[in-house]
């Protein structure tokens, strides 16, 4: 990491997050599979023999002139040589190709399409682009163009030579950075920190103008409304309690829903965006369409967490405080009105959450099948217990289970549970909020 300095720019730093990210090439091509196909004779021929028309002229000669492998003997020789150099243990799989173009078993021309597939799988020698590093930082391709153009380009509405990133834009890099690279993600966010660290005008977050006109709207979780949204957030909202932010992140499909949680809070709509969420799906890497909201609110994020919303996610296991009491107070009012648990206002409250819980993080099956998910089983046990649910909790995936992406493994799945909502239940459940996601209802 650089010496802390006096300036350290915009440009430096996405200069530098480029080249640590260069590094991770085998993750990238995961990320990325059109990668694989980016590694160009011209860029071959220059890593060869320090001229971008070497392989192209090779082929040539071969096919017009017949010229023969032998005079390629001491080419080969230096091939394999920077091969070696720069792939180190990862050379084997090109060193095979090379032995196979020996043996004739294969052709010129196909040992250099091969090659150069091994070389952008395994090297550091594809350069970072910026649309890259867009969709790492953001889920967005024209992200890292438009920081630019703000930059350099005078003619810009938005120019600004001095242009900074905000703190609740850097959090969010860290986060997403550690979401595609884990722990090797480190030196990246050093990076991240040293900018921050030379740069003490940066603003907390991108907008400080904008906020929202309803920050009290947790203060006390009394009615159905706020017990759904608190819901909820817990299957698909997230914050940073540093500069107070709220995030959700939701299908496209869905962009109307988040709408109306939009209304409640009081958030100006044309500040939501799109990015795509790369995830595993079956093995491979598949790119989502999402639309998220966000904004920076101490008053909100402070009820949060006095309602446990940061302790529910980080633990998964007990149903927060507001809920519990009020599933406490529906089988008081249900003895003292002669009525079932799940028919009192307090009961209808704890299910309203339970309902956003389910929006969130699970199926409608049709009919009265409404099913809830979670990695952690003993969440669902929680659920099952304070919500006096029969049904069994089932194993949709079991953990631990290797997930093969381009003949690697690449991650080991936490499991997935099931756990259907009761039949005498589900129409108290459905109804509890009527403004839940249509998706998820019943025609």
Not at 173 to 179: A, C, H, M, T
Not at 225 to 230: G, K, M, N, P, S
Not at 261 to 279: H, L, P, Q, S
Not at 354 to 363: I, K, P, Q
Request: hydrophobic fraction near 40%; glycine fraction near 4%.
């Amino acid at each position: 990491m650089k010496n802390l300095q006096s300036k350290y720019s915009t440009i430096d730093l996405i200069e530098d997050l480029k080249r640590e990210l260069q590094i991770y090439s085998e993750k990238l091509t995961e990320i990325f599979p059109k990668r694989l196909k980016e590694y160009s004779d011209r860029k071959l021929s220059f890593f060869w023999k320090g001229n971008y028309h070497f392989v192209q002229d090779i082929k040539k000669k071969m096919k017009v002139y017949r010229l023969s492998l032998d005079a390629l003997v001491d080419d080969l020789k230096i091939l394999k040589s920077k091969l070696n150099d720069i792939l180190g243990p990862k050379v084997e799989s090109c060193l095979k190709l090379l032995m196979e173009l020996e043996d004739l078993r294969i052709t010129f021309p196909q040992f250099i399409n091969r090659l150069e597939i091994e070389i952008a799988k395994n090297s550091g020698l594809l350069d970072v682009a910026d649309i890259e590093l867009s969709l790492l930082l953001r889920g967005n391709e024209d992200f890292i163009k438009n920081i630019r153009a703000r930059i350099n380009q005078r003619r810009h509405p938005d120019y600004n030579p001095n242009y900074k990133f905000s703190r609740e834009l850097i959090f969010e890099f860290i986060d997403s950075l550690s979401r595609f690279f884990g722990n090797e993600a480190q030196n990246c966010v050093n990076k991240l920190d040293l900018y921050m660290s030379v740069n003490k005008d940066i603003k907390d977050y991108s907008k400080q103008q904008y906020t929202i006109t309803n920050p009290l709207l947790f203060r006390e979780i009394k009615t159905p409304e706020q017990f759904y949204w608190f819901g909820f957030l817990c299957a698909d909202g997230w914050i940073y309690s540093k500069i107070y932010k709220l995030g959700v992140e939701i299908s496209v499909r869905d962009r109307n829903h988040l709408l109306k949680f939009a209304n409640v809070v009081g958030y100006d709509k044309a500040r939501m965006r799109e990015r795509i969420r790369y995830r595993l799906y079956k093995g491979a890497i598949k790119g989502y369409k999402m639309i998220i909201l966000e904004f920076s609110c101490k008053p909100i994020i402070e009820d949060l967490k006095t309602h446990e919303f940061l302790k529910f996610k980080k633990t998964l296991v007990n149903i927060p405080e507001a809920v519990r009491t009020a599933l406490i107070k529906s089988s008081e009012e249900a003895i003292e009105l002669g009525i079932n648990w799940f028919e009192t206002y307090s009961g209808r409250c704890a299910l309203a959450w339970l309902l956003g819980y389910y929006d969130g993080d699970g199926t409608y099956r049709g009919g009265k099948g409404a099913v809830i998910y979670s990695s952690n089983k003993n969440f669902l046990k929680t659920i099952k217990k304070f919500f006096y649910i029969k049904n069994k909790i089932l194993t949709v995936t079991k953990p631990a289970k290797t997930v093969d992406v381009l003949g690697s493994i690449a991650a080991k799945t936490k499991g997935l549970y099931s756990l259907q909502i009761g039949e005498s239940l589900f129409d108290s459940f459905i109804n509890s909020y009527m403004f839940s996601l249509k998706r998820k209802r019943p025609p």
